[in-house]
């Protein structure tokens, strides 16, 4: 059904009556108004595929379109119809983007975007006009915790902070006492810091030294010199995927580190594009993430063999976030009869549970974050001769909040280059 401005004026009024912005689908009066009543949900996907991240935007996409296909695009009776919108991985074009989506497009779901930056950048509008969105992979903190929306679910990425904890802790249960860091110096970085620092100095490590790139580095021989002269016996690497990651591997043994400096790495920095380029470069690496392509699970198998033949490689964990959230999606509209507004459509994703999802065991939190469990992986070659991540070790229900109390930690500022939680 075609959402007039008119009617998202309306749904505005009983934002301001009730507190909670909803899809107006009908007259401001009508509290039934419904998504889906015409036979259709058009659903906005918002990713970058041209810029630095496209090729992270196109296996989130193409997840996302893989879900539809071995599963078809009629749920409960219901026609989902998607609108693709390259957002380019630049703030300013998102939010172009995402109200073209709405204003234009008339769309009544939105997907997307990928980058924190310009998850930050659209999530204020798109509640605003009343619009409920599914985050397949966006980690920005605040989107679920003090800027958290209640249109707004992160259906397939944890937030950059909870993927991380569980590494902290396991460096220090595997002895070591002294770390330094490198992430990439933007909000995704600093919060994949965060992660680690926090859960390592709780635990009683100690961090020797911090260090911060620009997404884009052609050049990381200077970080990785400090990295092996900073006293440190184990380094924490983020990156946020693509050409970078492969770089830092290179450069990490060029340099004669591997082997000598102990290295655990984010979710990213081995995700399928960099192994695809440092191929057994990357061989034994350790990371943590709450996705592993090599993991023993039938739900994982099936979506890797999948994905392998229409696309012929291994998804990244971009893909895994596009099929999560489709798949969450479908399940919510179907527990709603295909017909859903806005509120209704959140709630009912987030009352959703997984016993073994692509990430395994999985559920929400009241604040629309995923609990589930976080693997730390080793990077090894499989049976095709192929690089993959293997899990060693498994954190079950990890929390964005981790061990920690929620309303103090909500007190706290947002994690950034200066506030790692040291």
Same mark, same amino acid.
């Given at each position: 059904?075609?959402l007039?401005k008119?009617?998202r ?11 909670l912005?909803?899809v107006?689908?009908a ?6 108004s ?6 259709t ?10 810029g ?8 989130m996409r193409e997840g996302?379109?893989l879900y ?9 009776g ?11 991985g ?5 939010l172009?983007k ?6 234009d497009?008339?769309v009544q779901?939105?997907?997307g975007?990928?980058?924190?930056n310009?998850a930050l ?5 798109v509640?605003?006009e009343?619009v409920?969105s ?10 679920t915790?003090?800027?958290q ?8 990425s944890?937030t ?8 902290g802790?396991?460096?220090y249960?595997e002895?070591?006492?002294k ?10 970085g600093w919060?994949?810091?965060?992660g680690?620092?926090?859960a @390592? ?10 260090l ?7 050049d990381?021989s ?5 990295l092996g002269?900073?006293?440190?016996d184990?380094?924490f690497?983020a990156t ?7 770089? @830092?591997?290179?450069?990490f043994?060029t ?6 400096? !102990? ?5 990213c920095l ?6 695809r ?25 099936k ?11 291994i !998804? ?10 489709a798949?969450? @999606? ?5 527990k709603?009869g295909?017909?859903?507004?806005a509120?209704?459509?959140?709630a009912?994703?987030r ?9 395994g ?16 992986r ?14 060693v ?5 990890v929390?964005?909040?981790w061990?920690?109390?929620k309303?103090?930690?909500?007190k706290?500022p947002p ?8």
């Amino acid at each position: 059904m075609a959402l007039s401005k008119a009617r998202r004026t309306g749904g505005l009024a009983v934002l301001a009556a009730v507190g909670l912005a909803l899809v107006a689908c009908a007259p401001p009066s009508d509290s039934d108004s419904k998504v889906g009543e015409s036979g259709t949900v058009k659903v906005g996907f918002l990713s970058p595929v041209t810029g630095t991240a496209a090729a992270a935007g196109t296996e989130m996409r193409e997840g996302w379109e893989l879900y539809w296909e071995q599963h078809g695009t009629t749920v409960a009776g219901t026609k989902v119809e998607t609108v693709f919108e390259d957002d380019a991985g630049n703030p300013d074009t998102a939010l172009t983007k995402a109200k073209r989506l709405i204003e234009d497009e008339q769309v009544q779901v939105i997907v997307g975007p990928l980058l924190a930056n310009t998850a930050l950048a659209v999530s204020d509008y798109v509640t605003r006009e009343g619009v409920p969105s599914l985050q397949p992979v966006t980690a920005a903190d605040d989107l679920t915790q003090r800027k958290q929306h209640p249109l707004m679910l992160r259906a397939g990425s944890y937030t950059g902070s909870q993927m991380n904890f569980p590494g902290g802790k396991w460096a220090y249960e595997e002895g070591y006492r002294k770390a330094v860091t490198l992430c990439p110096d933007y909000a995704f970085g600093w919060e994949s810091c965060a992660g680690f620092v926090r859960a @390592f100095t709780q635990a009683g490590g100690q961090i020797v030294k911090q260090l911060w790139f620009p997404l884009g580095t052609q050049d990381f021989s200077p970080y990785v010199t400090e990295l092996g002269s900073a006293g440190a016996d184990i380094a924490f690497v983020a990156t946020a995927g693509g050409a970078d990651g492969a770089r @830092f591997i290179k450069a990490f043994n060029t340099f004669g580190l591997k082997g000598k400096l !102990p290295l655990l790495t984010n979710c990213c920095l081995v995700d399928q594009p960099t192994l695809r380029d440092a191929g057994p470069e990357a061989e034994g690496v350790y990371s943590v993430s709450y996705w592993a392509e090599g993991r023993d699970s039938p739900a994982v198998k099936k979506f890797v063999d999948g994905y392998k033949q229409k696309y012929g490689k291994i !998804p990244s964990l971009n893909a895994a976030g596009g099929y999560i959230t489709a798949e969450v @999606f479908a399940k919510a509209l179907e527990k709603l009869g295909g017909k859903a507004e806005a509120e209704a459509l959140i709630a009912a994703a987030r009352e959703l549970t997984f016993a073994d999802s692509l990430y395994g065991p999985l559920k929400y939190d009241e604040m629309n974050n995923p609990v589930g469990p976080v693997y730390i992986r080793r990077v090894e070659k499989n049976s095709d001769g192929e690089y993959w991540n293997v899990v060693v070790k498994t954190y079950d229900n990890v929390s964005q909040f981790w061990t920690f109390d929620k309303d103090e930690y909500l007190k706290q500022p947002p994690y950034d280059r200066n506030n790692t939680g040291l």
